[in-house]
């Protein structure tokens, strides 16, 4: 099955710098890649995806890149607010099957103002 | 507003009991999902429902049960069997069969005593 690795685990940025999450993922046959925010008590929200026909999709101020061949992914947030302090995940899904995605562990971000 | 309502919000429970967690959607969205969250670990997929009457189990079914009689209804039942129930637990929803979950509940929070 699929295996996606997340880093880093926490990350620390002064307001106004950028923040970037990496994943890696193992199934060459993913091909839709969602990223969510989750704020403290509250359920995951959506926030951007990217399909393997794409190498780089941006909203506002947060763009996903993905590197089909090396099988990466990465999220990119620019000029961080503190209201971007959250637990970001990535996940994979395949193509064929049910559809399911795989999520990685998780990464807390801080946003000092 | 439409969207998706667990309840309740903490639950908790004593040893060899049964809890059954509510989710409810006004998305008229078919399919919908529950997942298991534990600290510093990604979602783990406890069972999906593509449609009425039709469930599947995901990685962690053992210990669980659901059942689908409604489209707006997919309540999960925490049976004694699980023996490390102690968990956030989130309810998700997508459009259509064979989509990726697109919203979340904001999760019930149980607890053993």
């Known amino acids: 099955g699929e295996n996606v690795e997340q880093h880093p685990s926490t990350l620390s940025v002064q307001e106004g710098d950028s923040a970037v999450i990496k994943c890696t993922y193992s199934?060459?046959?993913?091909?839709?890649f969602p990223w969510y925010k989750q704020e403290l008590g509250k359920g995951p929200q959506l926030i951007i995806d990217?399909?393997?026909?794409?190498g780089e999709k941006k909203d506002q101020r947060i763009a996903v890149t993905l590197n089909k061949t090396a099988k990466h992914f990465s999220l990119h947030i620019t000029e961080t607010q503190p209201e971007d302090s959250a637990v970001y995940f990535c996940?994979?899904?395949?193509?064929?099957?049910?559809?399911?995605?795989?999520f990685g562990r998780g990464t807390s971000l801080i946003v000092h103002p | 507003d439409g969207g998706i309502t667990q309840s309740p919000k903490y639950l908790f429970r004593k040893e060899g009991q049964n809890v059954t967690l509510s989710c409810e959607q006004n998305l008229n969205h078919d399919a919908m999902y529950w997942y298991r969250q534990d600290p510093g670990q990604g979602l783990r997929l406890i069972y999906y429902?593509?449609?009425?009457?039709?469930?599947q189990k995901g990685d962690i079914a053992e210990g669980y049960s659901v059942s689908r009689e409604k489209k707006e209804s997919f309540p999960l039942t925490v049976t004694s069997a699980q023996k490390n129930p102690t968990a956030f637990y989130l309810c998700?929803?997508?459009?259509?069969?064979?989509?990726?979950?697109?919203?979340f509940g904001d999760g019930t929070r149980l607890s053993i005593l």
């Open positions: 429902s593509q449609i009425v009457n039709d469930f």
């Open positions: 998700a929803s997508s459009i259509y069969r064979g989509d990726q979950p697109q919203h």
């Open positions: 996940a994979a899904t395949p193509s064929g099957g049910s559809y399911i995605p795989t």
């Open positions: 990217i399909r393997s026909n794409v």
């Open positions: 199934d060459s046959a993913s091909n839709y």
